[in-house]
């Protein structure tokens, strides 16, 4: 079934513990990025990545990092996390140049206190 | 930034009923994306409309994206129960993507 996975759904920390949040399509797609949606503001774009090894900012990357070194997988970073990144996180995938439709994950949960 | 906005923010209507959600924006873009968003989850692509004018249909959903290219709408009829859920539009700008914040539709039995 074609899919993206993200992991962990849900996840509480606190203030400053480095964490990762998983994400992997098995598609095949060259493009992935990844969201976060907060109330009023709707989904605004972190990170996004046209291919392996190649990462670009969007529109709130402060305070993440992520990388791309294989295809299908491409992690989100919290360095030192703080409340402010509270949300709900989404990642995605595209199948490339021309092509706009994105397939989401379920979604990651992040509460940080 | 690349605004999308998106009225109403809110409907509820009972089951039958038929709306019209918008989508706009003061800049001209080469398509735009539909999306519904079910509690819980992440959006799923409804459509995607590429030329001024356009139409399309999906089973009781028409989307209609304008002649000038700055605005689209979503019209429901007959809405059911099935159909409520948060409705964002999206466009491609610059090989990132910009989101409305959304309708979020209840439609009651």
């Known amino acids: 079934e074609a899919q993206v996975t993200q992991n962990p759904r849900y996840l509480i920390t606190v203030t400053g513990k480095k964490l990762t949040v998983t994400c992997s399509q098995n598609?095949?797609?060259?493009?992935m990025s990844w969201y976060r949606q907060d109330p009023g503001l709707g989904l605004r774009q972190i990170y996004y990545?046209?291919?392996?090894?190649?990462?670009d900012k969007g529109d709130v990357p402060e305070g993440y990092k992520v990388s791309r070194k294989e295809k299908r997988n491409f992690p989100l970073i919290l360095e030192s996390p703080s409340p402010n990144q509270t949300s709900l996180y989404f990642c995605?995938?595209?199948?490339?140049?021309?092509?706009?439709?994105?397939?989401f994950g379920p979604g990651t949960r992040l509460t940080v206190t | 930034t690349q605004l999308l906005e998106q009225s109403p923010q809110f409907l509820s209507i009972q089951e039958g009923e038929n709306l019209t959600v918008y989508c706009n924006s003061s800049s001209v873009f080469s398509s735009l994306q539909w999306y519904r968003q079910e509690p819980g989850e992440g959006p799923v692509l409804l459509v995607t409309v590429v030329t001024g004018g356009e139409v399309k249909k999906l089973k009781r959903l028409t989307f209609q994206f304008g002649d000038a290219r700055k605005d689209s709408s979503l019209h429901i009829t007959a809405a059911q129960p099935g159909d409520t859920g948060l409705y964002l539009c999206a466009r491609e700008g610059g090989n990132q993507f910009y989101f409305g914040t959304g309708t979020s539709l209840t439609v009651i039995p």
């Open positions: 598609m095949n797609h060259e493009y």
């Open positions: 990545s046209m291919n392996v090894e190649v990462t």
């Open positions: 995605a995938s595209s199948p490339g140049t021309g092509k706009y439709e994105q397939y």
